[in-house]
């Protein structure tokens, strides 16, 4: 199946953890299911022949690193992700690992290189401890007044706006960065929403932050879309389906779409013959 071409994964999927912030959980989608790790599940499903299981572990307001400014309020109180990324995503077991942190680090002003060093020793960790396939999204578009923006999840409701644009693309750098140093898969999420406005529910950034229905979607399809092209995994059942099935069988008929157009022109056209040689039989 290689052939030279650096495959990530030939085997299917049973079991992936999504691990991150608000956004993996799917908040302000209009149901989990719409939420992008719901969505990727779905995208997953329909090209393999058994469903991939999804663990969510998505927490909302979750920060990665202990030097996060939040890090005194929340200590002791709720656990961040270099303090649950063993429970809840190592002892899981699972063969597809989605890492979703940065985008609360920016905006809760997190330094950059303390944030690299968490994110690195959880990899490490990941890498050592399990066998799965690691895909790093980068930092969720944020547009208009968002930097500013302190919404958020902590009892002060304060903190959130230390980011800046400039300090958020030194992070999707990083993040880009250790993606290659680990040979893990990367996922630029920024980049499908950050032109979009209308993907998030505030726009302007005066109110939620948040991907909505649209934009959560569009994330999947990015992530899925790296999946699809850096494994071949996902081949396997539409390569077997063609096989089973033969060359585009629903084309055929003589009441085709196909047919219908030619007829349209050349009723007694001899290329219709093809069309009526070639229909299916229902058994």
């Not at 930092?139 to 980011?163: H, P, R, V």
């Not at 992530?223 to 389906?241: G, H, K, N, R, V």
Request: glycine letters at 10%; aromatic letters at 10%.
């Amino acid at each position: 199946m290689n052939r030279g071409i650096d495959d990530r994964r030939d085997t299917p999927i049973g079991k992936m953890v999504a691990f991150g912030e608000s956004h993996t959980v799917g908040v302000s989608a209009t149901s989990s299911e719409r939420g992008w790790a719901g969505v990727l599940k779905t995208l997953i499903d329909t090209f393999q022949d058994n469903p991939v299981e999804l663990i969510n572990r998505g927490l909302g307001a979750d920060i990665l690193s202990t030097a996060c400014p939040l890090y005194a309020e929340y200590e002791g109180k709720r656990p961040i992700g270099v303090e649950r990324y063993r429970k809840h995503v190592i002892e899981e077991n699972p063969d597809l690992i989605l890492i979703s942190f940065g985008y609360n680090d920016v905006r809760a002003g997190t330094p950059l290189a303390a944030f690299r060093s968490d994110f690195e020793t959880m990899i490490k960790a990941f890498k050592a401890e399990t066998d799965a396939l690691i895909i790093v999204l980068n930092t969720y578009a944020i547009l208009g007044e968002g930097y500013a923006n302190k919404s958020g999840g902590t009892m002060s409701g304060t903190e959130w706006d230390k980011g800046t644009r400039e300090v958020q693309t030194l992070y999707n750098l990083m993040l880009h960065d250790v993606s290659g140093d680990y040979g893990l898969i990367f996922s630029d999420i920024y980049g499908s929403l950050v032109r979009a406005p209308w993907t998030l529910c505030s726009p302007d950034g005066t109110g939620d932050l948040h991907a909505n229905d649209l934009g959560h979607r569009l994330i999947a399809h990015r992530i899925f879309e790296d999946l699809a092209t850096m494994c071949s995994f996902l081949s396997i059942a539409p390569q077997a389906a063609r096989k089973k099935e033969g060359k585009s069988p629903w084309r055929y008929g003589a009441d085709s779409p196909e047919a219908k157009l030619i007829a349209d022109f050349y009723p007694e056209s001899p290329v219709l013959d093809t069309y009526r040689k070639n229909q299916v039989r229902k058994p």
